[in-house]
T-cell receptor
């Protein structure tokens, strides 16, 4: 079955640690996205990539980093510079094309700072 | 600037009744698309329905339909014959043509609870 796999489902981070969230897709989509979701808010874009070896900052990129070495993979690193990382993180992908192509989402990773 | 507003933080609806979830938007783009997603407690976002700004008819997908009123800049989701499994968060999102990367702008969501 084609889809997007995020791992782990739950992640705990100590103060000052970097952690990496995994996102893999087998939909052959060119574009991939990372969103952050906080309670009572809509999704906010962290980073996105439309092609291998290229990515762009979204609205809240500070304290995060990404890489896109393979089409299928778009890992997100939450660095110690991110002061409030506790949130739900969603990865998405879509075909690059017109406005009407929907994004497909993974099941998310819930990150908690302990 | 583009903006999506969902004014209903939460709704309770009796099973089998129809429900309307509100979404208003603001954009200066001449061409744009509107999306609705469902987020159950499991967390993943599930695409429900799409409406293009130049579509002549309101979009429908099974029990989901979109009440698109372009002049009022509203795109309300209608769920007919609600079921217990419809209990979830619902998000409205918009993509504009003037953004070269076609990014989605999201509303804050509405939590829908279906009562048996």
């Amino acid at each position: 079955d084609g889809g997007i796999t995020q791992s782990p489902k739950y992640l705990f981070r100590k103060e000052g640690q970097n952690v990496t969230l995994s996102c893999e897709q087998n939909l052959n989509h060119d574009a991939m996205y990372w969103y952050r979701q906080d309670p009572g808010q809509g999704l906010r874009l962290i980073y996105y990539s439309q092609i291998v070896n290229d990515f762009q900052k979204g609205d809240i990129a500070e304290g995060y980093s990404v890489s896109r070495e393979k089409k299928e993979s778009f890992p997100l690193t939450v660095t110690s510079a991110q002061k409030n990382p506790t949130a739900f993180y969603l990865c998405a992908s879509r075909l690059v094309g017109g406005m009407n192509t929907e994004a497909f989402f993974g099941q998310g990773t819930r990150l908690t700072v302990v | 600037a583009q903006k999506i507003t969902q004014t209903q933080p939460g709704m309770f609806v009796q099973e089998k009744e129809a429900v309307t979830l509100d979404c208003t938007y603001d954009t200066s783009d001449p061409s744009y698309g509107l999306f609705w997603y469902k987020q159950p407690s499991s967390g993943e976002m599930i695409f429900l329905i799409y409406q293009g700004s130049y579509d002549q008819q309101n979009a429908t997908e099974g029990r989901y339909s979109l009440n698109f009123q372009k002049a009022r800049k509203s795109a309300n989701l209608v769920i007919s014959a609600s079921q217990l499994g419809d209990s979830a968060m619902y998000f409205c999102a918009m993509r504009g043509s003037m953004d070269s990367n076609y990014q989605l702008i999201w509303g804050a969501g509405t939590k829908l609870i279906i009562k048996p």
